[in-house]
Every structure is written in structure tokens, then in C-alpha cells.
């Protein structure tokens, strides 16, 4: 149906930059809202951007003011800008798109996650 296809983690020491991206593919009609979610070690998996096809924004407390979120809507894409990490960055991240598909089924998927490693 749909594949999410992340790039760009990978390690980096503190203070330093990372871009995530992500691409949709398949059987796309639209893609509402695209975004990063992380599992940080021992926990649940939170909250770090969202992005609405309008280009409206939403992001986790903890990443304001260091991450910004991105797309473009013709290619189905969403990047994730992360500036100023820290250790406690460290994590899986996974890419979701809310998605309508060419049978008009809407459904909600998620990319297989990437690694961020941030060292102090």
C-alpha cells in the first residue's frame, strides 16, 4: 500500500546537526499529516513534530526551539532539521503519515525507524 522511507540518522556528537528525511510511496491519493515520533530507550514512543499538508506545526516540549519540521507536498516528503542535540536525543525515530489511498481507504502508517546517537 504505502512505504515510509527514512534517512539521514545516524551518530553525532553534542551540539551538533542531524536531517531526517522521509518519503511516501505507493498507493497515495493525498497525505495529510506527516511527522517524527521517537522511542527513547525504556519508553514509550513520544511526540517530537508533526506538520499538517497546510504547513501548520506542532512540536514536543522537549525539541522546541532545536528541530524544525518540513515537507513537501508534491513529493511526499517530510524532513526533520535537528540542531543542537543532546544526549538525551538519543533514539529511534519514526516517520507517520496519515494518508488517503487511491481505493480512499484513510489510514495512519508508520516507517520502520532510524537510529539517532547523540554522544556527549
Known amino acids: 500500500q504505502v512505504q515510509l522511507v527514512e534517512s539521514g540518522g545516524g551518530s553525532v556528537q553534542a551540539g551538533g546537526s542531524l536531517r531526517l528525511s522521509c518519503a511516501a510511496s505507493g498507493s497515495i491519493s493525498s497525505v495529510y499529516g506527516m511527522g517524527w515520533y521517537r522511542r527513547l530507550p525504556g519508553n514509550e514512543r513520544e511526540l517530537v513534530a508533526t506538520?499538517?499538508?497546510?504547513?501548520?506545526?506542532n512540536y514536543g516540549d522537549s525539541v522546541k526551539g532545536r528541530f524544525t519540521i518540513s515537507r513537501d507536498n508534491a513529493k511526499n516528503t517530510v524532513w526533520l532539521q535537528m540542531s543542537s542535540l543532546k544526549p538525551e536525543d538519543t533514539a529511534v525515530y519514526y516517520c507517520?503519515?496519515?494518508?488517503?489511498?487511491?481505493?480512499?481507504?484513510?489510514?495512519?502508517?508508520w516507517g520502520p525507524g532510524i537510529q539517532v546517537t547523540v554522544s556527549s
Open positions: 507517520n503519515a496519515d494518508v488517503r489511498l487511491t481505493t480512499l481507504s484513510r489510514l495512519n502508517f
Open positions: 506538520i499538517t499538508s497546510g504547513g501548520s506545526t
